[in-house]
């Protein structure tokens, strides 16, 4: 499997300058492209707009636009922006809402900086990254979103779009909670696969994110054995 070449570009949003600097400063040492920080909500979508990285490091409390309303508008402005939350809140309410406004990750600033850059790694290549305790309750969520109905959409076409059997095995793992790593293995194809198998499947579906997709694949039963 060919790893990227090109360094991951990295934003880091915080309010607090010593932090921001310290976390921007430790992901350049270690390989990262830092393309911009942004200390306030307005700020931050400003430059996530101009700068375009790849992973958005991202706390909730800003001032002027929380956290949860950047997320919302970065990703929703450029679905292919990854968010990996970095927060010392491990509330439940603040997890679930920052994964619904389209989080990939949530981290706790408690972590190590090796946790964060592996953490920042994992995001980019698009797995689901949690502090340890925090992917269960965002899996059970996804659940309860599932048994939610859903407003219909478009015209009520008849029949699902057709998946191959090998994009609806992919969907089946991602429904479990697999990283696209585990994926691989399991399925012995390589890494950058997985990705064009979510890709096409997104596409086919209309969906933007592996939120979303999840919960599809939940409301289909297709986490179930």
Known sequence: MSERQDPIKVM??????????????????????????????????????????DVLVLDLNLPGKPGVQVCKEVVGADPKVRVLVLSASGEHADVLEAVKSGATGYLLKSASTRELQDAVRRTAAGDPVFTPGLAGLVLGEYRRLASEPVPAQGTGEPGAPRLTDRETEVLRLVAKGLSYKQIAERLVISHRTVQNHVQNTLGKLQLHNRVELVRYAIERGLDEE
């Open 12 to 53: 880091v949003v915080d309010d607090h300058p010593m932090w921001r600097d310290a976390v921007a400063r430790d992901l350049a040492e270690s390989g990262f492209e830092v393309v911009a920080t942004a200390g306030d909500g307005e700020q931050a979508v400003r430059r996530a707009r101009a700068a375009a990285p």
